[in-house]
């Protein structure tokens, strides 16, 4: 069985910084392609990021570029962000999900999420 | 990047009614689009993927339609579990973009 359980979410300053970790279970991690995508309360779903499968190529979208960073250790089958100068607009639960094979952004699995709140 | 306008926003609907809901793509995007429901505190579930494949373990009154900007996401017959949030995406291009969402409810 696929899973995806995400880790790390918490309370955090304006400015301050968080990492993320998705571990990942029930399929080969390293052949697949791994996105973070988030929401924010009451409102809808939003792309953050994505990783090949070996972690040779990134992408951000704009409004965490040059914030986040994107990573994943293949040994350990486990998908991190690390967020930085965090801003209360990044407030949001983050899910990590999977790509669909043949398909690489749009996602057939996603964990449960974890919530990262920002305020003083 | 491609904007993805989903519509309605909500609707009210009576269990074995027919529902159908509609994105728009700001661009032609082929047959990159996928539907995912999403229950409140749940993560997204995929639907359909490529406009109209249906993800495994869906049922089949589920149904996707549509290619280059305009799509349609159907629901033949509603059950008191699909009462929930739709979302459309595109996956044409980076950046993956979604539609805002249709909430469904119980008439």
């Known amino acids: 069985e696929v899973q995806l359980v995400e880790s790390g979410g918490g309370l955090v300053q304006p400015g301050g910084s968080l990492r993320l970790s998705c571990a990942a279970s029930g399929f080969t991690f390293s052949s697949y392609a791994m996105h973070w995508v988030r929401q924010a309360p009451g409102k809808g779903l939003e792309y953050v990021s994505a990783i090949s499968s070996n972690g040779g190529s990134t992408y951000y979208a704009n409004s965490v570029k040059g914030r986040f960073t994107i990573s994943r250790d293949n040994s350990k089958n486990t998908l991190y962000l690390q967020m930085g100068s965090l801003r209360a607009e990044d407030m949001a639960v983050y899910y990590c999900?999977?790509?669909?094979?043949?398909?690489?952004?749009?996602?057939?699995?996603w964990g449960q999420g974890t919530l990262v709140t920002v305020s003083s | 990047a491609i904007r993805i306008t989903q519509s309605p926003s909500s609707l009210s609907a009576s269990t074995g009614d027919r529902v159908t809901i509609t994105c728009r793509a700001s661009?032609?995007?082929?047959?990159?689009l996928a539907w995912y429901q999403q229950k409140p505190g749940k993560a997204p579930k995929l639907l359909i993927y490529?406009?109209?494949t249906l993800q495994s373990g869906v049922p089949s009154r589920f149904s996707g339609s549509g290619s280059g900007t305009d799509f349609t996401l159907t629901i033949s017959c509603l059950q008191s579990e699909d009462f929930a949030t739709y979302y459309c995406?595109?996956?044409?291009?980076?950046?993956?973009?979604f539609g805002g969402g249709t909430k469904v409810e119980i008439k």
């Open positions: 999900a999977r790509s669909i094979v043949g398909a690489t952004m749009a996602f057939d699995y």
């Open positions: 490529a406009a109209s």
């Open positions: 661009q032609g995007i082929s047959s990159y």
């Open positions: 995406q595109q996956y044409y291009s980076y950046p993956p973009t």
